[in-house]
């Protein structure tokens, strides 16, 4: 079993930056893709941002030039630096962690969400 857990979300003002953490841990053998979904109310999970094993990275076109995906291999954690947030990122954010555990089951694991509000 794979434990998501994230933290750093928060209220913030048009313009400001926001830091959210993700940590995965459990029966892990090796770890692929880690990354960032967000839901808006009332509207689909979209994909925010995502970073491989071999650090290549993919993002959203609405967020590409504000947010930056990184990750630590070693701890299993990725973080989501979002900069220059504007009322639209307004959401909640949810981790997801893809991988290898040590039965050799594949796996895919969800994190419980945070909250993003933007706003002034």
């Known amino acids: 079993q794979v434990q998501v857990v994230e933290s750093g979300g928060g209220v913030v003002q048009p313009g400001g930056a926001l830091r959210l953490s993700c940590a995965a841990s459990?029966?892990?053998?090796?770890?692929?893709?880690m990354g960032w979904h967000r839901q808006a109310p009332g509207k689909q999970r979209e994909l925010v941002a995502a970073?491989?094993?071999?650090?290549?990275?993919n993002y959203a076109d609405s967020v590409k030039g504000r947010f930056t995906i990184s990750r630590d291999n070693a701890k299993n954690t990725v973080i989501l630096q979002m900069n220059s947030l504007k009322p639209e990122d307004t959401a909640v954010y949810y981790c997801?962690?893809?991988?290898?555990?040590?039965?050799?089951?594949?796996?895919?694991?969800w994190g419980q969400g945070t909250q993003v509000t933007v706003s002034s």
């Open positions: 970073i491989t094993s071999g650090a290549g990275t």
């Open positions: 459990g029966s892990i053998f090796s770890m692929n893709a």
């Open positions: 997801y962690a893809q991988g290898r555990t040590i039965m050799s089951t594949t796996f895919t694991s």
